[in-house]
């Protein structure tokens, strides 16, 4: 989703980023690598010549990396140095963020929230909800239906897209009277998107949906263009149901440890 820039390693981490490669190099033999040895050896590791091979760099490159400089490796090397290093999903996933890069394979793990978040929307008797990562609600209760009138009220249409919070808010008339300080709360969610999106910029289906929006809608043309940027908040939202009139809930958002880009909505009696 983000363009990609030129990125350094954040100058804490270098040091950080460095002493993980050099101790992973030191676990993996040149047999677990596919290299044949002779002779003796000081050290049942790779050395720093036999990585940079396997990884198609300068054995140069690799010593700066493990001297902890500001260098940017890529994420095709650091790619390559995972697989090389046969790092599990766990520190794969370290090892981009010491490198402070986004990892292109991450995005393409999960592409279902797990069945335990599944299970926990239908377990709630208040509305809950999950939201992918462009912001569809996906999974809904028996009681966010109830609530969410013109949004999660009827299924989609067989073909159709999921339900959209975005699209609800500026596209459908009935958001304005429904979400209290309607104009705030739309400010602030475009805002929270953006934050949300930011690494999945390069995305696609991401920039589809965007474009949709900003000709669609002028308010999230407007506000888009803005570059506000907040992190996302729970807390109190008000409501004016069309059926029970104004409803307070306090609302949470929690995200499943393995699969980040999914949202779980829980709005809680005030």
Not at 9 to 20: C, H, Q, R, S, Y
Not at 31 to 49: F, H, I, M, P, V
Not at 153 to 163: E, K, L
Request: glycine share 6%.
């Amino acid at each position: 989703m983000e363009t990609r820039l030129p990125v350094k390693i954040v100058t804490g981490n270098a040091p950080l980023l460095g002493d993980f490669i050099r101790r992973h190099r030191g676990k993996v033999t040149p047999q677990q690598a596919g290299l044949s040895t002779q002779g003796r050896r000081r050290t049942q590791g790779l050395r720093r010549e036999e990585l940079a091979l396997l990884c198609g760099i300068s054995s140069t490159w690799v010593t700066w990396i493990e001297q902890g400089r500001p260098v940017q490796p890529s994420t095709a090397v650091l790619d390559r140095l995972s697989q090389t290093l046969q790092l599990s999903e766990a520190e794969r996933a370290y090892l981009f963020d010491l490198a402070g890069r986004a990892d292109p394979t991450a995005d393409k793990a999960h592409t279902q929230p797990p069945h335990t978040v599944l299970r926990i929307v239908q377990a709630l008797d208040t509305p809950a909800y999950v939201l992918d990562r462009y912001w569809n609600a996906i999974a809904w209760n028996t009681a966010a239906a109830a609530h969410f009138v013109g949004w999660m009220d009827q299924p989609p249409a067989p073909g159709n897209p999921p339900p959209n919070l975005l699209e609800f808010l500026l596209l459908n008339p009935t958001a304005r009277s429904f979400v209290a300080d309607w104009e705030g709360r739309t400010r602030r969610i475009i805002a929270e998107f953006r934050a949300d999106v930011g690494k999945h910029l390069d995305d696609p289906q991401m920039a589809r949906q965007i474009e949709h929006l900003q000709q669609n809608s002028p308010i999230f043309a407007q506000l888009w263009a803005a570059q506000d940027v907040v992190e996302r908040e729970g807390g109190r939202r008000v409501f004016q149901h069309p059926q029970h009139g104004q409803v307070v809930y306090e609302q949470s958002t929690l995200l499943p440890a393995t699969s980040t880009d999914f949202k779980l909505v829980i709005l809680l009696p005030e």
